[in-house]
């Protein structure tokens, strides 16, 4: 049977641009991909991208408070303009999107810039009607943001919109207590404005280390935003004056001139075709895949968020990789989902990860934890009481390193580095064998001598 493709993506972001450029570029594939939207996806037009650069923006009045620390007694950032921030912002993420079509270009790949859905196990249907068959159907359409079920949830903001915005609020309000609620409450209020995060439980970041939630919950409070922890929204309404007023479940309720839903995200799979198909979705939508992203359709494999596994860029990168390799280079990949490196873009300090948590730890025994609390000389010498700690978590059997979490000034970049010994099996002797270098945040890494504590035995799940 002749097909009009070898391979047809539906989405055209990390994952979807990646598996198509390389199942083209590299193994000759007949390659066709439909984007809705922008392309890039959600990681170059509203997510990764354009955050990292606010929050880029965010940082100057705390290199001026530290400047000032240092001598500069003049040093001040001065007032911040959004327009001319924007202007900027939107200029670079035009050229982003150009870069990213003219790599598919490159590689041959037939461009639609317009919605598709599956018809059949070999069948896309594009918006204008057209239909292309293919060999093989990728769907990489992400994720979306949700907003709770509550009276009022459409007068909130998602984070789609906050790379939207003409102005910035004078007051806003975060909802969650995830990646996106801590790092837009840290960019508002470093771009001045007066943040309020409110969070059900009582320290952020649930399912992150224990001791670098409770050190990321202090750390959003010393910067100023007002922390409303242990209660729920529930209701919004428009007040006379334009404003925004919400309700709360232990019956208080305040004024914001935005509220920001940062409640999670769903895969985007509504009106794709796909259960049609034969597709098996999760009940929350979420495709569902083998080891190597194949659906219960042979034809149809799918990766990156809308599979929900890990969703992150690198991961979606990944997973488009290794299924182009594999289905059309002969080369059989998979993807390990086991040791992800994350970072959470918060500041002064950042939050980087890899591995088995204390938690973790604890319920598995048998784990040595090396940890240290410091305050590292640069913020100190300039007057800041901020604080860095860092851990690894040890098997006491073996001695290899399972994981490691640090929160400090650019942990995103140290996770990284400590990411490659982790992942290629390193023992906690290899760390300490390692000489320091010296005077830096990360020789900690390798001069933890003895165990901070141990967690001998297996403790019984709660
Ligand atoms: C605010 C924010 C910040 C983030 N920051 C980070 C970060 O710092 N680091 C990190 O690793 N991850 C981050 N992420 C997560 C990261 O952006 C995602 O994991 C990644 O973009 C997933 O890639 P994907 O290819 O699965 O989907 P997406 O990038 O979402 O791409 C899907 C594409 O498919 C298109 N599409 C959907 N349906 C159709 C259809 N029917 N027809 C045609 N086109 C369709 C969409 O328009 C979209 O362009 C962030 C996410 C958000 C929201
Ligand atoms: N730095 C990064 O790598 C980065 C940054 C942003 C986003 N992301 C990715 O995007 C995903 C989505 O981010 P996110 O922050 O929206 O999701 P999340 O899953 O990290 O956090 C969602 C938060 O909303 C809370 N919540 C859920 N429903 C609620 C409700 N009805 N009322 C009140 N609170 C509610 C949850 O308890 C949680 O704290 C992340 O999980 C991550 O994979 C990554």
New binding site residues.
């Given amino acids: 049977m002749s097909f009009d493709y070898d391979l047809f993506v539906i989405g055209g972001g990390s994952g979807g641009v990646r598996a198509a450029r390389i199942a083209a570029g590299q193994h000759g594939a007949r390659v066709a991909l439909a984007e809705e939207s922008r392309m890039g996806g959600t990681c170059v037009i509203r997510?990764?991208v354009p955050?990292k650069l606010m929050v880029f923006a965010s940082s100057a009045r705390g290199l001026a408070e530290e400047a000032h620390g240092y001598g500069w007694l003049e040093a001040s950032a001065g007032a911040f303009s959004w327009p001319d921030f924007h202007g900027k912002l939107n200029l670079e993420l035009d050229r982003l999107e150009r870069a990213y079509t003219a790599g598919l270009d490159q590689a041959g790949v037939d461009i639609f810039l317009q919605r598709a859905r599956v018809a059949d196990a070999h069948t896309v249907e594009l918006a204008d009607g057209s239909r292309k068959s293919a060999k093989h159907i990728l769907i990489a359409a992400g994720g979306r943001?949700?907003r709770?079920?509550i009276p009022g949830a459409e007068l909130g903001m998602v984070?789609d919109d906050l790379f939207l915005m003409d102005s910035l609020p004078r007051r806003a309000l975060i909802?969650?207590?995830?990646?996106?609620?801590c790092?837009f409450a840290c960019i508002l209020q470093g771009l001045g404005v007066e943040t309020t995060l409110n969070?059900?439980?009582n320290a952020?970041l649930?399912g992150f280390d224990g001791e670098t939630r409770d050190l990321m919950t202090r750390q959003l409070g010393s910067n100023g935003i007002d922390l409303r922890l242990g209660l729920?929204?529930t209701g919004l309404a428009r007040d006379g004056d334009g404003r925004i007023r919400v309700s709360f479940d232990d019956d208080s309720h305040d004024e914001f001139d935005a509220v920001i839903f940062?409640?999670?995200?769903a895969p985007y799979t509504g009106g794709l075709g796909l259960a049609e198909a034969g597709v098996r979705l999760q009940p929350n939508g979420a495709v569902e895949v083998d080891d190597w992203s194949q659906t219960s359709v042979p034809s149809i494999f799918a990766v990156g968020d809308v599979t929900n596994r890990?969703?992150?860029t690198p991961v979606a990168i990944r997973e488009g990789h290794s299924f182009a390799d594999t289905v059309f280079g002969g080369i059989p990949r998979k993807m390990d989902h086991s040791l992800v490196a994350?970072?959470?873009?918060t500041r002064p300090h950042e939050l980087g990860g890899v591995g088995m948590t204390e938690d973790e730890a604890k319920k598995r025994g048998g784990v040595d934890i090396y940890a240290t609390t410091f305050r590292p000389m640069r913020s100190a010498f300039a007057g800041s009481p901020a604080q860095v700690m860092m851990k690894l978590i040890v098997c006491s059997e073996t001695d290899r390193v399972l994981g490691c979490h640090i929160f400090g000034p650019e942990a995103g970049e140290m996770i990284q580095l400590v990411a490659i010994p982790i992942t290629m099996g390193a023992t906690k002797a290899d760390f300490d064998a390692t000489i320091a270098v010296h005077p830096t945040m990360a020789e900690e890494m390798v001069t933890m001598r003895q165990p901070t504590r141990r967690h001998h035995h297996a403790e019984a799940a709660e």
């Fill in positions: 997510g990764c955050k943001p949700q709770p079920d984070s909802i969650g207590g995830g990646f996106i609620a790092e969070y059900r439980g952020v649930r729920s929204p940062a409640t999670g995200r890990v969703n992150l994350h970072a959470v873009y």
